[in-house]
Each structure stands twice: as C-alpha cells, then as structure tokens.
Antibody, heavy 120, light 110 residues
Framework: EIQLVESGGGLVQPGESLRLSCAVY????????MNWVRQAPGKGLEWVAA???????YYADSVKGRCTISRDNSKNTLYVELNRLTTEDTAVYYC??????????????WGHGTMVIVSS | EFVLTQSPGSLSLSPGERATLSCRAS???????LAWYQQRPGRAPRLLIY???ERATGIPDRFSGSWSGTDFTLTISRLEPEDFAVYYC???????????FGQGTKLEIK
C-alpha cells in the first residue's frame, strides 16, 4: 500500500522558518513527481511546490523565493522548507503524488496533512 | 494570470438527485490536464476525475466529467449521502509546470 505521512507542523512565530517532512511508503520518492499543497483554515486548496522525478523544482508565485522543496532518496522522504513565515502561511500542508510521469493525471495519493500555525 | 472559476459556490440537493458542478478556465493549454477532487470534512482530497473525463481507480460510475472548450463539468448522477462534500477542479500547466485549483463548490444536503 502506498502511503504518505507528513510531519513537522506546529506553532511558529512570524518571520521564522519551518521544514516539513513527508515520509513515502510503497513507492520511491524519486520515481514520481511529488507535490506540496496547502489549505488555510476554512479555505480552498493551494498548490505550493513540486519536485519532478528528474529533479526539477517548481513553485507557486506566492512562495517563490522563500520556499525550497527537496527529497532525500536514501530516506525516501520529501521535504519543504518555508522561510520568513507570515500568518498567511497558516494552513494544513499536504504532500501528494502526481500520478503521471509525462502529462498530467491528477494527484492520486495524499497524506493526511500537517498543520502549521504562524502566530506570535 | 490563469484562473479556474467554480460555480456555484454552494449547492443544496437531496440524496437521489443529480448534481452538476462547473469549472471555467480563463484559458486552457490542454483540456486533458483537468482533474476533479472530493474533500470531506477533516480529510485529504480524493481524486475523482483526471483527463477531464476519466474516472480514477475505484470511483463509482455515478461520477462523470465532461468539457466544452474552457468549460468543465462534474456530474454526479444520483447523489448518495457520502457525496455531500466540497469539490475542487485542478488544472496543470506544462510551461512552467504549475498547478491551479478552483475555489471549490460545497455540495450540501437539502
């Protein structure tokens, strides 16, 4: 069974940084395009970042310049680091697998999410 | 700026009725790069439809997707109690590879 398990969320102060992890089970993290998607309380889904199987990284304009997505193949884990946090970054952060290697066929596997609260 | 606009924002229907949810793209590079998700309260999203009209694995056939130009539609033929949830459309752009979600449609029990 394929599973994604996020961790690392919590309460952080504005201006601080945070690194979230997504442990991947059942497939190799490097074999798929992997994504972070977030959802502010009571709001919709917002795509944050992707790392492709070939290593290319891509970011939403809202986080570009202060977000880094990466993976550790030896740990089969996906990461996202977000710097200079503001209250606008308060959200549940999900990792999600992109089904297709070429083209697009949706995000078929999602983690349960990890909550990040940015507050002083 | 690429935008997906979902309508209506909320929809009240009864079990057994037919639901029609819309998603309009401001522009579209590839109509096959459109997906639909269901999200129940407190849960992660669940992929329903990809390629605008292909059902994901394990999705009941009462869910169907269609499109015309930049207008995409998710239809639930006969609502079951578990179908009352929020639904999102998503588009993938190739250049650069980014994703956009619609703002969601909340399907409520009447």
């Amino acid at each position: 069974e394929i599973q994604l398990v996020e961790s690392g969320g919590g309460l952080v102060q504005p201006g601080e940084s945070l690194r979230l992890s997504c442990a991947v089970y059942g497939v190799t993290v490097s074999g798929h395009h992997m994504n972070w998607v977030r959802q502010a309380p009571g709001k919709g889904l917002e795509w944050v970042a992707a790392i492709h199987s070939g290593g290319g990284v891509y970011y939403a304009d809202s986080v570009k310049g202060r977000c880094t997505i990466s993976r550790d193949n030896s740990k089969n884990t996906l990461y996202v680091e977000l710097n200079r946090l503001t209250t606008e970054d308060t959200a549940v952060y999900y990792c999600a697998r992109d089904t297709a290697g070429d083209g697009f066929a949706g995000f078929d596997i999602w983690g349960h999410g990890t909550m990040v609260i940015v507050s002083s | 700026e690429f935008v997906l606009t979902q309508s209506p924002g909320s929809l009240s229907l009864s079990p057994g009725e037919r639901a029609t949810l819309s998603c309009r793209a401001s522009q579209i590079s590839n109509s096959r790069y459109l997906a639909w998700y269901q999200q129940r309260p407190g849960r992660a999203p669940r992929l329903l439809i990809y390629g605008a009209s292909e059902r994901a694995t394990g999705i009941p056939d009462r869910f169907s997707g269609s499109w015309s130009g930049t207008d995409f539609t998710l239809t639930i033929s006969r609502l079951e109690p578990e179908d009352f949830a929020v639904y999102y459309c998503q588009h993938h752009d190739d250049s650069p590879p980014v994703h956009t979600f619609g703002q969601g449609t909340k399907l409520e029990i009447k």
